[in-house]
């Protein structure tokens, strides 16, 4: 389960409806909250700064998100701090304009990201995985950048975090970033070698020898696979036939299997129900 507050990219159209925000009178809000009252854009929301009394309210609420999704069943929690929402829009220098205890230096600009993972962690497991997104760089001059995500990975493994999802950009309209196949993946390999944490690859990472590649050769822990699962949802079993990997399939569907290819085994409950159980007290599922 991923973890987000959109800050001042709340209160806008869904992409396939129109860009920019929703007037009030289609359902707008009448508030939006930000580090500091400055737009992402000319059509996005002004937002208004955020009061230590909302900040502290925001922490909780990412807490209590954390307990909700343990109690519900999800075994891995994701606090999204990327992509110019919320707290990405804190750790920037370009969207942080504020001069009290949340901005001006590193330290206060990090500030809220190192108390959500810390509410976040107070209510989930200890055994239990916690990951944070980050946007490795903006891309642009006098932004967050790689170093600065090197030391915030060194503050977050600290505090419990267990893999930082390396993504990027997000909280600049007009950033020039260089796409193309593995793109980001050098973030992943520096903060992994940097801050001693794990970490895991994204951005168009398409192919099953490709992320193989990326795994054997130590770049990441782990491979982020999003858009190629949109295209392709059976991606995992066309990957794992691709590198002679044994796969379970659903049970429904084993007529088509290839050779060798046996049932998925259900998610025991009660087994899941009973580790949780073992750090908190959880109500019945």
Partial sequence: MQLAHAGRKASTYRPWEGQGKVPETE?????????????????????????KQEIQAIVEAFGEAARRACESGFRVVEIHAAHGYLIHEFLSPLSNQRTDAYGGS???????????????????????????????????????????????????????????????????????????????????????????????????ITSAVQAEHI?????????????????????????????????????????AGPEGAQARVPVDLKNLKSCFEEQHAVPQL
Avoid at 32 to 41: D, K, L, T
Avoid at 136 to 158: F, N
């Fill in 27 to 51: 359902g707008g809000w009448k508030k939006v909250v930000a580090p500091s009252a400055v737009a992402f854009a000319d059509h996005y929301p002004l937002p208004e700064a955020a009061s």
């Fill in 106 to 204: 590193f330290e206060n600009r990090t500030r809220i990201l190192r108390e959500i993972v810390a509410a976040v962690r107070r209510a989930w497991p200890e055994r239990a995985p916690v990951f944070v997104r980050i946007s490795a760089t903006e891309w642009v001059d006098g932004g967050w950048d790689i170093q600065q995500s090197i030391e915030l990975a060194r503050q977050l493994r600290d505090s419990g975090v267990d893999l930082i999802d390396c993504s990027s950009g997000g909280n600049v309209a007009q950033a020039t970033i260089p796409v193309g196949p593995g793109y980001q993946t050098p973030f992943a390999e520096q903060i992994r070698r940097e801050s001693g944490v794990m970490t895991g690859a994204l951005g168009m």
């Fill in 215 to 255: 795994l054997a050769t130590g770049q990441a822990d782990a491979v982020i696979i999003a858009r190629e699962m949109l295209r392709d949802p059976y991606w995992p079993l066309r990957a794992a036939r691709e590198l002679g990997q044994a796969k379970s399939w659903p049970v429904q569907y084993l007529r």
